[in-house]
């Protein structure tokens, strides 16, 4: 498949995900009130912390290393799972050991038995995350897609039943079984995948090791990533307690979704660029255009989100008007947001995965302060104006450097061209050729 097919399945993928997860808040608000709902964005949030850091980087590792043709993909899934699931294991391990103090200094009255039910969603994320990994190096997007698409699928369909017949502990549940579920769709559909083929193929411990050292910066910029996007909604809801957390995790959600697609570009274009980085005209060709469909991507769901933030209060109930005033500060941060993913992406299938912790160590201390020091003079907004700022640092620093290194104009990286809103007009009539044949 094309580098344009699998963005596109990347970005159905994305935005499936996100009414998922949007469905899932719905339920969980209307259910459980804002103070439920700011519950459940916290158990969230800490499984997403937890998640970036057991895959040990190999969510990086194996596109770059089974994309560039070094590492087989059969050798890595097996490899990757066995290893996976030793470091999952030890941190849920860890992680309910100290259970009662996560749960005590986060959300008193959080109990640790809830935490940890949620955090056994760990062992069931990496595995389904490791597997679509596989899948998109080796160029089976459907597979790819299908991974997050499972695990959100699941989540609306049984956190949201959880939720509704035993409150957070059962949200908490669906969690778990969600993740579990999609860690043995994805990889029922990866065996299957003629893209992995029947070989053995060679790949031993030492590639994996490779892959490590390779992978693991990235995913600690990623940890300090997380905690730059997500550690707001626990200060706040440490510093100011459930009443604001529910609507700040409902406008997190929603600049999340603003996210997404530029997200599902990010994510083929990595393997992509790592294959043709030999022929330096072509992988800068590549980076160049992916880019200036980020700020197309970017722009135009940040102008639909502003649209739609008025309507938070109709969907969620009228305790969530607080999010509108909330969802529109952020607006201007996700979108430099979701082009800084883009081009991070890209300059990691350049080699240059040292750049992200780099990035994050710059980013990521000074934010966290303005978390804590806006939380406490202004509540909810300060923390949210201190994130828009922080997202909108991100962009600029990723768009300066990717201009240093990469060789290519500004107006080449970041003004659109008619042949690239012609892709636009390519692929809705696709899609509605599709859907007369279909009809």
């Known amino acids: 498949m094309t580098l344009r097919t699998g ?8 935005v499936i995900a996100a ?5 899932t808040n719905i339920v969980v608000a209307r259910s459980l009130g804002p103070a439920g709902t700011g519950q459940f964005n916290v158990l969230v949030t800490l499984i997403l912390f937890a998640t970036v850091f057991v895959p040990l980087g190999l969510d990086f590792g194996i596109p770059y290393f089974v994309g560039g043709r070094q590492w087989s993909a059969r050798a890595a899934i097996r490899r990757t799972q066995l290893l996976a699931a030793g470091t999952s294991l030890a941190t849920l391990a860890m992680l309910g050991a100290v259970s ?101 193929g060679s790949g031993g411990w030492q590639i994996v090791m490779r892959a490590v050292r390779y992978g693991f910066p990235v995913s600690i910029s990623n ?12 200060i706040v809801s440490a510093v100011v307690g459930a009443t604001q957390a529910g609507p700040y995790a409902i406008a997190l959600a929603i600049s999340s979704m603003q996210i997404m697609l530029p997200r599902g570009l990010a994510t083929v274009l990595l393997p992509r660029v790592a294959r043709d980085a030999p022929a330096r005209s072509r992988s800068s ?43 529109l500060i952020l607006v201007p941060g996700a979108v430099a947001y979701g082009i800084a993913a883009v081009l991070t992406a890209g300059l990691i299938g350049l080699g240059r995965s040292a750049f992200p912790l780099i990035s994050a160590l710059a980013i990521g201390p000074p934010t966290i302060v303005a978390y804590v020091v806006g939380a406490e003079a202004f509540g909810a907004t300060g923390a949210a104006v201190a994130s828009s700022l922080s997202y909108t640092a991100t962009g600029l620093i990723a768009a300066g450097y990717s201009l240093h290194v990469g060789g290519i104009s500004a107006i080449d990286m ?17 899609a509605s050729r599709l859907v007369s044949r279909r009809a």
Request: hydrophobic share 55%.
């Open 285 to 327: 060709d590549v980076f160049a255009r992916s880019s200036r469909h980020a700020v197309i991507v970017s722009c135009g769901t940040g102008v639909a989100v502003a649209a739609a933030a008025p309507l938070i209060p109709l969907v969620y109930g009228p305790g969530f008007q607080p999010a509108v005033e909330l969802a």
């Open 7 to 14: 963005a596109a399945y990347a970005a159905a993928s994305q």
């Open 223 to 234: 940890g300090l990533g997380v905690a730059t996007r997500r550690a707001d909604l626990l």
């Open 19 to 23: 009414a998922g997860i949007a469905f």
């Open 414 to 430: 970041f003004v659109p061209r008619r042949e690239d809103w012609a892709a636009y007009r390519h692929l809705l009539g696709a």
């Open 100 to 200: 009662t103090t996560v749960a005590g200094s986060i959300h008193g009255d959080l109990g640790s038995g809830t935490v940890f039910l949620a955090l056994a969603s760990i062992p069931f994320a990496v595995s389904w995350t490791l597997l679509a990994a596989v899948a998109l190096a080796v160029g089976d997007y459907r597979a790819f897609a299908l991974a997050p698409v499972g695990q959100a699928v699941g989540m609306s369909a049984l956190a949201t039943t959880g939720a509704v017949a035993f409150g957070i502990s059962g949200a908490a549940a669906g969690l778990t079984i969600a993740n579990a579920c999609a860690a043995g769709f994805t990889w029922r559909r990866l065996r299957a995948s003629p893209a992995v083929g029947r070989e053995e």
